[in-house]
């Protein structure tokens, strides 16, 4: 356990370290950089206690950081990269991709949004493709069929979501 341990602690490390990044490159200062990586980390036992658990949730978020602190910064070959390597974690970081690739083309221009798509969903698609014909089929069929096969919990969506999001409004603001 101790390796996948390490992988997921250093991941939300890096998560907290890029969100740190991210706070600098907008203009804000090192305190509330610092501030915005407490926040984050103190999320721990709210957010589910997976920190430091061996899943590959960790490596998500670390994965996604980098991914949105790249984009912001230009670096869109890197982004997509790190972007595509985030789906292979856990295929809704995909989504990020299409917010990611909205910003681009209207903060950065086209050339840049445009390669931002070379660069994450050609090899999205490369490696879907590429572990679909391996797997016989059941790689699209786990990324597919699984989620749909989870039940819509209407309390969660229209009351406990929304709760929470308004009631962690004030901190994220």
């Known amino acids: 356990y101790e390796l996948g341990r390490s992988v997921s602690i250093i991941s939300v490390g ?4 890029a969100l740190m990044g ?3 490159r907008e203009g804000g200062g090192w305190a509330l950089a610092g501030a915005t990586a407490a ?5 721990y036992e ?3 206690a997976f920190f430091d658990l061996v899943r590959n949730d960790g490596l998500q978020i670390g ?6 602190l790249a984009i912001r910064t230009g670096w869109v070959r890197f ?3 790190l972007l595509t390597a985030a789906f292979l974690t856990k295929h809704t970081a995909a989504l990020y991709g299409l917010t990611g690739l909205w ?5 950065k221009g086209p050339t840049l949004a445009r390669r931002f798509a070379a660069y994450s969903v050609l090899p999205a698609l490369a490696c879907t493709l590429g572990l679909t014909i391996q797997s016989d089929g059941l790689f699209l069929t786990y990324i597919l069929d699984v989620p749909s096969s ?3 919990v209407a309390k969660r969506f229209f009351w406990t979501a929304p709760k929470e999001l308004f009631l962690a409004m004030p901190w994220t603001l």
């Open 150 to 152: 989870h039940p819509f």
């Open 39 to 43: 926040l984050f980390l103190g999320t």
């Open 22 to 24: 991210i706070i600098r």
């Open 63 to 68: 994965l996604l950081a980098w991914a949105l």
């Open 46 to 48: 709210n957010g589910g």
């Open 103 to 107: 910003w681009l083309w209207h903060h």
């Open 79 to 81: 982004a997509g990269l």
């Open 14 to 17: 890096l998560a907290a370290t």
